[in-house]
């Protein structure tokens, strides 16, 4: 089973409020994810971290921030809480392969389910 | 554009009636293909990687398999605990990213 952990799990908030989500991994994984989920429909990449000091964004355009200062932890932050923002976010870990070798599968969190009202 | 299409979008069983779930892709250059399957409100749970055209690989009552342009996930004799969405994920380059489809939301007739 995957040592991956998100908290909360389930959030409601008020709009223009700071949030911040956890995500945390003990599995000593280099590259971290954060991906957003609306209900019936496909997972979005908004970051992704190679490892340490290292943050990109995803392919969906997202208003929130990650930071990625030890490698077990990788939260991500939203300044102002929008009703907009009302989503599933997913965190993942993977193994980044070595030269040459093949891409290696990505663990999943629980899952935070935020609703800004 | 890289996209990966699974179908069908659902699907209603009834115990022990074997089916076949679908995920197809148009690809600059596939690095792995995975499966996941994902229960309501919860996160991803792997279940499957694929790398070559032929390859299989089996799980108590799922085997996936992969062609050039598609890749089956064969459900043999279903039991009502296999009810989930499966999602099937694509990387296409060396950057990591993994391109998901919308899954297929597998409901077991009780």
């Known amino acids: 089973e995957a ?9 409601v908030i008020g709009t223009g409020k700071k ?3 956890e995500c945390s991994q003990t599995m000593g994984h280099d590259k971290m994810y954060w991906y957003q ?12 971290s190679y490892g340490v000091n290292s943050t990109e964004k995803g392919d969906l355009s997202s208003e929130s921030t990650v930071s990625r200062i030890r ?6 932050t939203l300044e102002s809480a929008r009703p907009s923002h009302t989503s599933q976010y997913l965190c993942a870990s993977s193994v980044i392969p070595g030269t040459g070798d093949l891409p290696t599968e990505a663990f999943f969190g629980q899952g935070t389910r935020l609703t800004v009202v | 554009e890289d996209q990966v299409t699974q179908s069908p979008e659902a699907l209603r069983l009834q115990e022990g009636e074997s ?5 197809s892709y148009t690809v600059s250059g ?5 499966w996941y399957r994902q229960d309501p409100g919860k996160g991803p749970e792997f279940l499957f990687t694929l790398y070559s055209a032929g390859e299989e690989k089996e799980k108590e009552r799922l085997k996936a398999t992969l062609t050039k342009k598609e890749s089956f996930l064969h459900i043999t004799a279903p039991k009502p605990e296999d009810s989930a969405t499966y999602l099937c994920a694509v990387q296409f380059s060396s950057n990591y990213k993994l391109t998901f489809g919308k899954g297929t939301l597998l409901t077991m007739n009780p």
């Open chain 1, 3 to 11: 040592d991956i952990y998100q908290t909360p799990r389930y959030l």
């Open chain 1, 19 to 21: 949030i911040t989500l």
């Open chain 1, 37 to 48: 989920q609306d209900p019936g429909m496909e997972l979005h990449l908004i970051h992704y």
């Open chain 1, 71 to 76: 490698t077990e932890h990788f939260p991500l």
């Open chain 2, 19 to 23: 089916s076949s779930l679908n995920c």
């Open chain 2, 30 to 34: 596939l690095r792995g293909l995975f």
